[in-house]
């Protein structure tokens, strides 16, 4: 059972292109959060989805930010109009559609914006 | 507010040596704890967690944790650090209040390991 994918796992942007972040569930996850890591800081919630809905996304920045997950595919996380201060590793995690379970997270996207 | 602290940003010990990592959280509902660990340019892998039952928790690699409420700290140790220990740390809290685990996470504690 492969873990949660992430592609790519590094991505270089100019300033004002777009992102976009794939996260892949494990099988069986119709969960899945991303998060962010600013360099040398924790990691902070962005946004909570199930299949086709955004449930929580109390962490997103309120512009150039979007989260999906459709019915079929990977979770996208889009970047619009990049910044410097976007560069940073994207965390998605999944977890099963069970109620308190824990996640399982991914190797990241090291996102660099020059 | 839910926040974590981690005390600690750097922490060096030798080899051989007993570690002991600092973790406080405020949160306002029945809290739920996770340590990761992150190596360099790799994801987050949990090391332990603590939902409820007993208080001292063991998890991979020889670590254990133990929650303790009157204090609101849940501090991670290993009695023998081994150099491949030598990583990132990071301490989280989360409910599941709507049935989803949100974490909050500590800002983490790198640890060096001296041969």
């Known amino acids: 059972n492969a873990g949660v994918m992430q592609n790519p796992r590094h991505l270089v942007r100019r300033r004002g292109q777009e992102a976009r972040l794939r996260c892949s569930p494990m099988?069986?996850?119709?969960?899945v959060y991303w998060y962010r890591q600013l360099p040398e800081e924790g990691l902070k919630f962005m946004v909570y989805l199930q299949k086709e809905n955004i449930i929580d996304e109390s962490g997103m920045p309120k512009e150039r930010f979007s989260a999906e997950f459709p019915k079929e595919g990977p979770s996208i996380l889009r970047i619009q109009q990049v910044v410097r201060g976007d560069s940073a590793a994207y965390f998605c995690?999944?977890?099963?559609?069970?109620?308190?379970?824990?996640?399982?997270f991914g190797q990241g996207t090291r996102l660099t914006v020059v | 507010a839910q926040s974590v602290t981690q005390p600690d940003i750097h922490i060096t010990v030798s080899e051989g040596a007993s570690l002991e990592l600092r973790c406080n959280y405020s949160y306002g509902a029945t809290p739920y704890l996770f340590w990761y660990v992150q190596s360099p340019g790799q994801g987050l892998q949990l090391l332990l967690k603590y939902f409820s039952g007993d208080t001292l928790v063991q998890g991979i690699k020889g670590f254990e944790a133990e929650f303790k409420r009157s204090q609101s700290s849940f501090n991670l140790r290993k009695p023998s650090v081994h150099w491949s220990d030598a990583a990132e740390y990071f301490c989280?809290?989360?409910?599941?209040?709507?049935?989803?685990?949100?974490?909050?996470f500590g800002a983490g504690t790198r640890l060096a390991v001296h041969p």
């Open positions: 989280a809290v989360g409910g599941f209040s709507g049935g989803y685990n949100k974490l909050i």
């Open positions: 099988k069986g996850h119709s969960h």
């Open positions: 995690a999944s977890s099963p559609p069970i109620r308190n379970t824990e996640a399982f």
